[in-house]
């Protein structure tokens, strides 16, 4: 059973700190990463994916990910309230999986 | 717009009712999905389609039919609806399958009674 495991928050940053939001799963076989977000009532959209050990950049945000711990991560520098949403961390196990696994999500809430 | 559309947003429905919930997508996208979201479980994936023709089950799939007769339609039917079914059904799609990259449509709310 594959699992992917967020502290489901509420995390509460002032606008303009950094905003760290943590992934840990439990399947080493895991090959791709996600961060999808929710707003509330909405549908998820996609905002980060990540392959390789390291760091990827993409505007204020940044994916980090180290599979020797198997954690992954998303950095929002310069938060905003319209970062106000809850994450979702997912994972794809690679060639044969058709699953996406969804984490549960962690709520932000970005405080003016 | 391009994108997918779902159909009802919201329906109310009487236990044993049979219920299809509809999906249409105008990106050609290959792969097609359907998650159900309930709070404190999160996402869960019922059923998905690879390709027109072709179906597959999910971590949730009883209770639950689909079918894939083209490439743009994915509906969900509920063949006998009990108020466990009670929930947020998203459909998503993606270009190819096995990718992680999902576009979501905006979900329909359905209560079982």
């Known amino acids: 059973q594959k699992e992917v495991e967020q502290n489901s928050g509420p995390l509460s940053v002032p606008e303009g700190a950094i905003a760290s939001l943590n992934c840990t799963y439990s399947?080493?076989?895991?090959?791709?990463f996600f961060w999808y977000r929710q707003y509330s009532g909405k549908s998820p959209e996609l905002i980060m994916f990540?392959?390789?050990?390291g760091d990827k950049e993409d505007g204020r945000f940044t994916a980090q990910l180290n599979k020797a711990s198997q954690y992954v991560s998303l950095l929002i520098r310069d938060s905003q309230p319209s970062d106000s949403a809850t994450y979702l961390c997912?994972?794809?196990?690679?060639?044969?999986?058709?699953?996406?696994?969804f984490g549960k999500g962690t709520k932000l809430s970005v405080i003016p | 717009i391009a994108g997918i559309t779902q159909a009802p947003t919201s329906q109310i429905l009487a236990a044993g009712r049979r219920m299809t919930l509809r999906c249409t997508q105008d990106?050609?996208?290959?792969?097609m999905y359907w998650y159900r979201q309930d709070l404190g479980l999160g996402l869960r994936l019922i059923h998905y389609?690879?390709?027109?023709?072709?179906?597959g089950k999910g971590e949730v799939p009883d209770g639950y039919s689909v079918s894939r007769a083209n490439t743009d339609d994915f509906p969900l039917t509920l063949a006998s609806a009990v108020p466990s079914q009670t929930s947020v059904y998203f459909c998503?799609?993606?270009?190819?399958?096995?990718?992680?990259?999902?576009?979501f449509g905006e979900g329909s709310r359905l209560t079982v009674l």
């Open positions: 998503a799609s993606s270009p190819s399958p096995g990718t992680g990259e999902l576009f």
């Open positions: 399947d080493r076989g895991s090959q791709s």
């Open positions: 990540i392959y390789s050990n």
């Open positions: 997912a994972l794809w196990s690679g060639a044969g999986s058709y699953q996406l696994t």
């Open positions: 990106m050609r996208h290959n792969a």
């Open positions: 389609s690879n390709t027109a023709g072709t179906t």
